[in-house]
């Protein structure tokens, strides 16, 4: 269980679940409507908008400046759901981490 919840964690740290040049590709996909790059201090933004059901959905993916996304954000509906954020899996994994080996958790986990 601890050498899986390692692999989990090597993971959630150094593996992507996507690149910006593949949210690029939905482009092709006639039910997308705009896909936009925005700069940030730290990485960029990308925003996709398009239909599902006929309803407009909009997808935020903020990435770092090495191209790993960080969090991805999807809002249908007036209804904002998070689809993927990477400090808070990390930190889940470590939680389990220190459950199963018996460490005691402080406030802050660094990952």
């Known amino acids: 269980m601890l050498n899986q919840l390692r ?3 090597w993971e959630a740290m150094y593996l992507n ?3 910006p040049h593949e949210l690029l590709e939905n482009a092709k996909d006639p039910e997308y ?3 936009s790059f925005k700069p940030l201090d730290t990485g960029f933004e990308v ?5 599902d059901e006929g ?3 909009k997808a935020v993916y903020l990435f770092d400046s090495n191209d790993y996304l960080q969090r991805a954000v999807m809002y249908e509906n007036e209804h904002e759901s998070v689809i ?3 400090n808070q899996l990390v930190a889940n994994i470590m ?5 199963l080996t018996g460490v005691k958790q402080s406030n ?3 990952a």
């Open 84 to 86: 993927y954020d990477r």
């Open 33 to 35: 409507q705009n896909i």
């Open 95 to 99: 939680s389990e981490i220190l459950e």
């Open 17 to 19: 679940p996507v690149w």
């Open 47 to 51: 925003e996709l908008l398009f239909t």
């Open 108 to 110: 802050k986990i660094i």
């Open 55 to 57: 309803q407009l959905v």
């Open 7 to 9: 692999k989990q964690l």
